[in-house]
């Protein structure tokens, strides 16, 4: 039987993510960070958890880091660098494979490198307007910026939120996580093509038409540009060697970002324009995942996984994905490797069982649109410009994608053990 507390503390959750699921309330949009936020306060209201215990659950490295990433690629966007890339890449295609193609691999490569959420923030009104342009179906290429950019962040431990928060408390190597990931990433981004090709056939015949405008004639400041350019590389190289240097990925961003706050034509525009809300949804999550996992209803969730979750060899592997897959369709997959953090730090977790759970939490983030929140921000950005797409039309692309990468990413890891 569940104690009062395990009652209020599980009542909140699922409270919290049927805000998340159903997105609205009569004329009402919910916000994935306000239903977040309100249940830290329904949290902190029923007294499952005190202001003090509240702050303190609160993990400020991956605030930090977040911001000064948000920070640079609002800078990015404000000088037209991003939109610049964009566009020179998506001009390379003539057939509708090609486009599907190419959209996949910036959004994939861009995400490895850049938080996802801000990549398919940028990306998604670009791959409107290319497709508006081209005349051609918007869906298959809107699915593609949402499961490449899940796929492509599996490749480094700085590419999304939960990655960051296993490189902070596993101190793994970015070097070996990347070495580890290439092939598994690699290959899950050709399946990614070849089954959205194979999905949407009847959209790929023909040419496309041209207009795409100039790259160029993105840019609002060349000089900005090249100096947000420069710091956007000196970024990716802090990250690289943060393991010989010692410098933690947090303070690279920060510094990162405070640089490319230096270059901003309108700083003000800058501060304004950082993803204010998901700092608040993760500043939230925190308090609810900690409350959950403080609550004993952890144990609960994890049991069917218990005894094979840390065993040696393949067996932990394919045990941490299975988990990753189930949970992170209920929770999203950042608040589920918040959940399970103390679990692996008090297991003692090897570096490749981290490993595991990075890999396997960002790409079960592929099976539903709940399963990352770089889904809903695709489909919010979309439904701005007048596109959308369904639950059911996500999980038909989103279930093959989900079940092959994982089968791929497990044997590649397991061959490691």
């Known amino acids: 039987m569940l104690e009062p507390l395990q009652i209020e503390v599980l ?68 000088t037209g660098l991003l939109q610049f890339l964009a566009i020179k890449f998506i001009r390379m295609a003539r ?138 590389a000196a970024i990716i190289l802090g990250f690289l060697t943060s393991d010989l240097t010692g410098w933690p990925i947090a303070l690279t961003a920060a510094i990162g970002g405070t640089a490319a706050l230096l270059v901003s034509t309108d700083r003000r525009q800058a501060i304004k324009g950082i993803d204010w809300g998901t700092l608040v949804f993760f500043a939230s999550m925190f308090v609810v995942m900690d409350t959950v996992g403080r609550s004993g209803l952890l144990e609960d969730l994890i049991a069917p996984f218990g005894s094979t979750l840390f065993a040696h060899g393949p067996t932990s592997v394919l045990s941490i994905f299975g988990l990753s897959i189930v949970v992170s369709q209920v929770t999203s997959n950042v608040p589920f490797v918040a959940i399970m953090l103390p679990v692996f730090k008090g297991s003692g977790a090897s570096i490749d069982q981290w490993l595991a759970l990075a890999a396997g939490s960002t790409l079960a983030g592929n099976l539903t649109l709940l399963g990352a929140a770089a889904n809903i921000i695709v489909l919010e950005a979309a439904e701005g410009r007048g596109e959308s797409f369904s639950f059911t039309e996500f999980l038909k692309a989103g279930l093959p994608t989900t079940l092959v990468t994982s089968a791929i990413a497990v044997i590649f890891l397991s061959i490691g053990l």
């Open 11 to 78: 009542a909140v959750f699922l409270v919290v993510y049927a805000l998340i699921a159903v997105r609205r309330i009569g004329k009402f949009k919910v916000e994935v960070w306000m239903a977040m936020l309100l249940g830290a306060v329904a949290l902190l209201g029923v007294g499952a958890v005190n202001l003090g215990e509240a702050f303190s659950s609160i993990n400020m490295d991956i605030l930090l880091f977040l911001f000064g990433m948000f920070l640079v690629v609002e800078v990015m966007i404000q």
């Open 95 to 232: 057939t509708p494979p090609r486009l599907l193609l190419i959209v996949i691999v910036f959004v994939s490569t861009a995400s490895a490198f850049l938080v996802n959420d801000a990549v398919v923030l940028v990306m998604t009104p670009v791959v409107v307007a290319a497709c508006t342009i081209a005349k051609v179906r918007k869906t298959p290429y809107l699915l593609a910026v949402a499961l490449s950019s899940n796929i492509g962040s599996a490749l480094t431990p700085i590419g999304n939120p939960q990655n960051v928060l296993i490189k902070i408390e596993s101190d793994i190597n970015i070097l070996y996580f990347a070495g580890r990931m290439l092939v598994p990433v690699v290959l899950g981004v050709v399946a990614e093509y070849l089954i959205l090709k194979a999905i949407y056939r009847r959209d790929m015949g023909g040419t496309l038409d041209g207009g795409m405008p100039e790259p160029s004639s993105m840019l609002t400041s060349r000089t900005g540009a090249k100096a947000v350019g420069l710091v956007s």
